[in-house]
């Protein structure tokens, strides 16, 4: 049985295009622009340098980059600047968007196969974009007898907790949206919220298949919490200290991964069961438990949680490449911005105009903002790399090893740590500090 596509039309689409457009001026002139007026005429328009700003003043003033540059400058060093765009959010959220793409592409060229193809006319590039409004399209269905209250609720804090953790990893030099003295001891904390968040949504979904994927998912998590904390101490041995922009700082010579590579060999392991990847995926095992904790939502529900494990990696990426791979530390690639356009202005014909808010970025943030992206890059494909090779590990097999092999091993890293430090090569005051 053939299937007739139907036919593409560029007119019939223009037309809708001017169809569209032209509701969108008449809603907002007939809604829009009254209350515009409503408000403008109960509120007090503001004097700065001794002018009235109405609305056409702030339209010129937007259109001149000697007024707005130094605004926009100004607003890119705010706590709410850092918190939603860079480095917070929406450059994290970018991250995981991508790395979304770049696992099916990846895992695809593994497997010989071509992976997304058709959505976008360039390796489906697109696809990304179709696969979230189909979730935004789908109805988001509640099992009848969910404790409705925590199941909503889930994956807003799954993804609240994953921001948190975003907020934590400092990108750049001054670049952090929370940069506390015990900043890995913030760390721990909210990456102890992960299992009971997982626990709790899958209890409320009242399903037996969320319920033993929520159970293997406490059990994992919290058998490799232990000897994630422990491979840690030695890098807060080494640098004396537990912010991690100072710990960033004290790998301007040497990274730690050089002198502590067992104990970066269990963190990345560890990071694999944290996020529930292959071969750590029992607790999301397809062909045991449907897609275990996850099995009963839907839509954007779903989004929301796959958003916030992508959020997930990404923190787990950085914070390996704050701790073991220098952070921003490296060689200075990136070119200074020109002298001349902050002195003399950009001249084109008779006119000459002068930018006094240029650079936006100074060249040592943009040269360590390239190097962390380049290693936590590194880091994500190499934990992406797992499920395109490896098998599924039993359940008493991963107990097995972070209870017991991990945990030895991560003991291990802390006496080369300690006899370091104590043979004065590393540590503060180090031969080689």
């Given at each position: 049985?053939?299937?007739?596509a ?14 569209l ?10 809604v ?16 700065i ?46 991250l ?110 009242n ?13 994992q998590?919290?058998?490799f ?15 004396g200290?537990?912010?991690l922009s ?5 790998q ?35 062909s ?32 390996f ?39 936006l ?15 936590t ?57």
């Amino acid at each position: 049985m053939s299937t007739i596509a139907p036919q593409f039309r560029l007119s019939r689409f223009i037309g809708s295009l001017f169809d569209l457009i032209f509701w969108v001026i008449l809603i907002f002139s007939l809604v829009g622009l009254p209350i515009v007026f409503i408000v403008l005429f109960y509120i007090k328009l503001p004097v700065i340098n001794g002018q009235l700003m109405t609305p056409y003043l702030a339209m010129t003033w937007m259109a001149d980059p000697s007024r707005t540059l130094p605004i926009v400058k100004n607003f890119m060093h705010t706590t709410i600047f850092k918190v939603m765009a860079f480095p917070g959010f929406g450059f994290a959220a970018l991250l995981a968007a991508a790395t979304i793409f770049v696992e099916r592409k990846f895992l695809a060229k593994i497997q010989l196969r071509v992976g997304p193809l058709y959505c976008g006319k360039i390796e489906g590039i697109l696809q990304l974009m179709g696969d979230g409004f189909k979730l935004m399209s789908k109805e988001i269905i509640i099992p009848a007898k969910a404790d409705k209250p925590i199941f909503w609720m889930g994956p807003l804090l799954f993804v609240g907790a994953a921001g948190a953790f975003v907020s934590l990893i400092p990108v750049a030099p001054g670049w952090v949206v929370a940069n506390p003295n015990v900043g890995l001891l913030a760390v721990f904390a909210v990456i102890g919220f992960f299992p009971i968040i997982a626990v709790l949504t899958a209890w409320a979904a009242n399903s037996k298949w969320t319920f033993i994927g929520g159970l293997r998912a406490l059990h994992q998590m919290v058998a490799f919490e232990i000897p994630l904390i422990l491979s840690l101490l030695g890098v807060v041995i080494l640098s004396g200290s537990l912010n991690l922009s100072q710990i960033v700082v004290s790998q301007e010579h040497f990274w730690w991964i050089a002198f502590l590579p067992i104990g970066a060999i269990v963190f990345f392991i560890t990071i694999l069961a944290e996020l529930e990847r292959v071969p750590f995926d029992l607790p999301e095992a397809e062909s045991e438990i449907v897609a275990g904790w996850l099995t009963e939502f839907s839509g954007m529900m779903y989004g929301l949680i796959q958003l916030g494990t992508y959020l997930k990696l990404y923190a787990f990426a950085g914070l390996f490449t704050v701790l073991f791979l220098g952070g921003w530390n490296g060689p200075m690639v990136w070119p200074p911005f020109p002298q001349d356009i902050i002195t003399q202005g950009i001249t084109i014909g008779p006119v000459t105009a002068k930018f006094p808010g240029l650079p936006l970025f100074d060249q040592e943030m943009l040269n360590g903002t390239l190097w962390f992206v380049i290693k936590t890059v590194g880091v994500i494909l190499l934990i992406l790399l797992p499920r395109g090779v490896f098998p599924r590990v039993r359940i008493d097999m991963i107990l097995h090893t972070g209870w017991y092999k991990l945990i030895g091993l991560a003991f291990i890293n802390i006496f080369i740590a300690l006899g370091l430090l104590y043979a004065g090569v590393l540590g503060p005051g180090g031969l080689l500090h």
